[in-house]
């Protein structure tokens, strides 16, 4: 058994040093790290007191299904952004002030950036969490006065 562990750990060393030239400054956690993890678990373990392997493998399920929900949520995103192409969306983006400015434009392409759906309406990006509304946004009404009540057994109403 401990050669079989000794034979994982060198091959998460050899998967380490190929991961972390290929990983920029990510602060996420992946199931390769969670399989490190685990292995240096197994190495550091007391061996009066071993780890239960049900424990670690209820765990690495677990990990399985959260990187299944993540593929689904990422595929429905992108599917979705690929639906508004063509469509009139509004964006809301902030301007240097502070204010948010209201982009009417056409979706004319979707995709990722750094993991995240975006979209381009009329050739600029914005990120899927921009969009305001599929079409235009009403106008605001300006009135300072709160509409008056027509109905009779209201109190609120004025005569």
Known sequence: ????IGDIASLAKTQSTTATKSKSSSTSLDMEDFLQMMVAQFQNQDPENAASTTDMLNQMVQMSMIQAITNITDAVSLSYSASLVGKEVTVGSYDSKGNVQEIVGTVTGTGTYN?????????????????????????????????????????????
Request: net charge negative.
């Open 1 to 4: 058994m401990s050669d079989y």
């Open 115 to 159: 993991g995240s759906p975006v979209v381009f309406v009329d050739g600029v990006s914005y990120n899927m969490s921009s969009i305001m509304a599929i079409g235009r946004l009403p106008a605001a009404e300006d009135s300072k006065d709160p509409p008056v009540s027509q109905d009779p057994e209201d109190s609120t109403t004025k005569t």
